[in-house]
């Protein structure tokens, strides 16, 4: 009897050991461009072009090729290239540069600025709020296509890629044109735009924020 016990269960036994197949990570939707984040350790200090590097969290030193139609931001200002401080850190979406190992950097988005400087002793202190607090999140997503369907909660957009892609619209989505904030009301069907975006609790992407004009145009 002790015989059959031991029959009867070594099949359970041996399936309870096998380890489960670890889970699938999820796939970035498509037409997501490359974003990487980190220091910037050095920059050239010509504002119409020239090249950035930038170290990983993974120690992996990347560069960049800039110029004017790289789209640059800090604490919700423009700016140029040669105004990025180093040891920064930096958010860079990039495209490949045909023929070249270096990236043309489309946005640099500075996500923690350095530190003020000290005050000087018996200087007048100055009102300071940390960067945070009027940062608009910070979207790990980003998207360039042509807006497809438009209405006042989500956009739909044909990707570079020649994918569908459906994006919800926030009451605090800043809209960009050629540098410039406007109104949501400037966004129309047919325009060719670049969205950082991230993901809700429901798993639902969202704008932070929408792109167009002259820094959008080809190489």
């Not at 000290?118 to 807006?147: I, K």
């Not at 969205?195 to 924020?209: C, F, I, S, T």
């Amino acid at each position: 009897m002790r015989a059959l016990c031991v029959v009867l269960l070594s099949p359970l036994l041996s399936w309870a050991q096998v380890p489960a197949a670890p889970a699938a990570s999820a796939a970035p939707p498509p037409g997501a461009l490359p974003l990487i984040v980190g220091i910037l350790l050095e920059r050239d200090a010509q504002a119409g072009s020239g090249e950035f590097s930038v170290r990983t969290t993974g120690n992996q030193v990347l560069r960049y090729q800039y110029d004017r139609k790289t789209f640059v931001e800090r604490e919700d200002q423009m700016i140029d290239v040669p105004r990025l401080q180093p040891g920064e850190k930096v958010e860079v979406v990039s495209d490949k540069l045909p023929g070249l190992l270096l990236r043309y950097a489309r946005t640099i988005h500075v996500v923690e600025p350095l530190p003020p400087p000290p005050r000087p002793p018996g200087g007048r202190p100055r009102p300071y709020r940390a960067s945070a607090e009027r940062a608009l999140p910070t979207g790990n997503l980003t998207f360039s296509g042509v807006v497809f369907r438009l209405n006042g909660e989500r956009l739909v957009m044909h990707t570079r890629e020649g994918g569908e892609q459906s994006i919800l619209l926030r009451q605090d989505t800043r809209y960009l044109a050629d540098g410039g904030i406007v109104d949501a009301a400037e966004l129309k069907p047919n325009m060719r735009v670049f969205v950082r975006a991230g993901k809700n609790l429901y798993d639902q992407v969202e704008a932070y924020q929408v792109i167009w004009g002259t820094i959008l145009e080809p190489r």
